[in-house]
């Protein structure tokens, strides 16, 4: 069935580029066929073929694209209260996860969990985000680091998009932390099970993206290369997890491989920031880890203004240092603790979040777009960002549909 209609608005904010701020319009009408945009604009100049067209009127309530949730690990078993306990005790993350805590505890807690409640869990916490306007979601694998967990933990990533109008976007990490098996060599985990694995889950169809962690905690950028020449030679896009706790080059690494994206880089130097900005990569800020860690360090965010590398702003929603399921108050910690502009905000959850994730069908209202619209009891774009804890969603279509 074909649903035509035309949506008015007092207030819409494409999130387009090199116009008004925000793309904002006044009195505007979107025309819809089925799932797509097919015009966008000022009420009075609606071509005629869509006037007798069904309307729906919003008054005055502001139309923006749906939310895109960039970065996520939604996927995990179990939670990590407990750490949260010792970290108010004075360990710090680090200390946990020497300790065999951390990423492996949900590890453990991931491999023991049938998908069936790994899928409910997930669930709850994506009702979360669609109930705040998110359509598109990027869910990364990563707590199995075995091949069994880790095609467990995508095949649930499909299904989540198959249980609720959302997209969703799979990320394999298999090199998100050195399993205790293989504590003493990493490398050979590398060799042995995290490329074999990324085989395994690519030939199901159930990758769309490669991710790693490079940290001292976790991978060096040469352990990181050995899976992104594989992700090459299988045709997949890579991003990384790169200067979240120090700075080992692994933006530049990323770059080198035309990522789509380094993600958390409060540790980014000047270097790493041109190498994404030739690259075309854009910068995924994850201020929901940066305040659960009570990180001290903030991103470059002028440097990467100066170098118009692309902002996006991403729950990082996992058990350990982001158990934040609300993208809204991610923008809003966005700006206060990174200073991003309230625009620059909104624009990374829709426009640059879309970016991050190579598509190019959502993130603005545009004519050919998906009708991934959300549309709120604001009068004002700044105000999505700036309320803390309230969520002012009236409604959110999904490809025309409610
Ligand atoms: N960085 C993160 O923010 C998550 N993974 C990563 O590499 C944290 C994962 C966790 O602590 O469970
Ligand atoms: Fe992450």
């Not at 387009?16 to 025309?31: F, H, K, M, N, W």
């Not at 869990?121 to 994506?126: E, K, S």
């Not at 997890?241 to 080198?256: P, V």
């Amino acid at each position: 069935m074909t649903r035509k209609a035309v949506l008015l608005s007092a207030r819409m904010a494409t999130m387009s580029e090199g116009g008004t701020p925000y793309g904002l319009c006044r009195d505007a009408a979107i025309a819809v066929n089925g799932a797509k945009i097919v015009w966008v604009g000022e009420r009075q100049d609606l071509p005629p073929e869509y006037v007798d067209w069904p309307v729906e009127d919003f008054g005055e309530r502001l139309i923006t694209p749906a939310l895109i949730d960039a970065h996520t690990h939604v996927v995990f078993g179990g939670n990590r209260a407990t750490e949260f306990e010792m970290r108010l005790n004075g360990a710090s993350y680090e200390d946990i996860a020497r300790a065999g805590g951390g990423i492996l505890s949900t590890v453990n807690a991931t491999r023991s969990a049938s998908a069936e409640m790994l899928l409910s869990d997930a669930l709850t916490r994506v009702d979360a985000l669609i109930a705040e306007g998110v359509s598109t979601l990027e869910v990364k694998s990563g707590y199995g680091l075995d091949t069994e967990t880790e095609l467990k933990m995508l095949r649930v990533a499909r299904r989540i998009g198959e249980s609720r109008p959302i997209r969703v976007k799979s990320s394999f990490l298999g090199a998100h932390a050195v399993p205790p098996e293989y504590a003493e060599c990493p490398d050979d985990y590398i060799r042995e099970v995290c490329i074999p694995t990324l085989r395994a889950t690519h030939a199901e169809g159930l990758v769309d993206a490669v991710d790693g962690f490079c940290e001292g905690i976790a991978f060096n950028p040469a352990q990181i290369a050995l899976v992104f020449d594989v992700a090459q030679e299988l045709d997949l896009s890579v991003k990384l997890h790169a200067e979240q706790l120090s700075n080992l080059g692994g933006a530049q690494l990323a770059a080198s491989y035309g990522a789509l994206s380094a993600d958390h880089i409060e540790y980014l130097d000047a270097n790493g920031v041109s190498a994404m900005a030739k690259a075309g990569t854009t910068a995924v800020l994850l201020p929901g880890a940066f305040y659960t860690l009570r990180e001290t360090q903030v991103p470059p965010v002028d440097l990467l203004r100066q170098h118009q590398v692309p902002m996006a702003l991403a729950t990082d929603c996992n058990p350990g240092s982001s158990p934040l399921t609300s993208l809204l108050l991610t923008m809003n910690m966005g700006c206060t603790l990174f200073r991003l502009t309230p625009e620059e905000a909104l624009a990374g959850v829709t426009r640059n979040a879309a970016r991050a994730l190579g598509i190019n069908d959502a993130g603005t209202l545009a004519p050919g777009h998906r009708a991934d619209l959300a549309i709120w009891n604001v009068t004002h774009p700044a105000e999505l960002a700036y309320r803390v804890g309230f969520n002012p969603l009236h409604k959110r279509l999904f490809g025309g549909i409610e």
